[in-house]
């Protein structure tokens, strides 16, 4: 037993440094919020001490509702055991970052929520990458739109005088 559980330790350790997610913690019972491996200094001060409410008071303003009732519903609802969502969340330098959090609840007899053991991958450098392709896209439909007016006006206008030609002859 000791060395399936030395091996399993170790096999969790290795998955937890090449995911590089921060993995944590919800514990109902006392609203302790516990890092398990040591990857969540981006979201973070490492000498703050979190609570389920401390965390979700850097939930950005405009996903705290959105997060809040999903996560509501997601523990009160016993036929549903995971969940994923994206929401923005502020890091220790003031700025948000973008966080998929993907998430199992621990029940007890009664279907009780008790513990929230949970993934938190930084988003923000793939959204940020996304969110440039999507405005470059926007401005080459722009540029585009533009130029095949630009070809098309002569066209028309040679079209009109061809018919007008053949008209009079």
């Given amino acids: ?5 030395k091996a399993a330790n170790e096999r969790y350790e290795l998955i937890a440094k090449a995911t590089q997610d921060a993995l944590m913690e919800i514990d109902f019972n ?8 040591g990857n969540e ?8 001490v ?3 409410e401390t965390w ?9 509702i959105k997060v809040t009732n999903i996560r509501n519903t997601f523990l009160s609802d016993t036929t ?28 007890n007899e009664t279907g009780k929520p008790v513990r929230l053991l949970g993934a938190l991958k930084n988003m923000t450098d793939k959204n940020n990458i ?10 080459l439909s ?24 053949q008209h009079l002859s």
């Fill in 130 to 139: 996304l969110r440039q392709l999507q405005q470059q896209n926007k401005q």
């Fill in 41 to 48: 200094t981006w979201l973070h001060a490492t000498d703050e």
């Fill in 142 to 165: 722009e540029i585009a739109f533009q130029q095949s007016h630009l070809v098309r006006a002569p066209i028309v206008k040679m079209k009109g005088l061809i018919a007008g030609m």
């Fill in 80 to 107: 549903i055991d995971n969940w994923s969502m994206e929401y923005r969340y502020k890091q220790p330098n003031g700025l948000y970052a973008d966080v998929l959090e993907k998430s199992v609840v621990i029940r």
């Fill in 1 to 5: 037993d000791e060395l399936y559980l």
């Fill in 50 to 52: 979190l609570t389920l």
């Fill in 30 to 37: 006392s609203n302790a919020f516990i890092w398990i491996n």
């Fill in 56 to 64: 979700m008071q850097n939930i950005h303003p405009d996903d705290l």
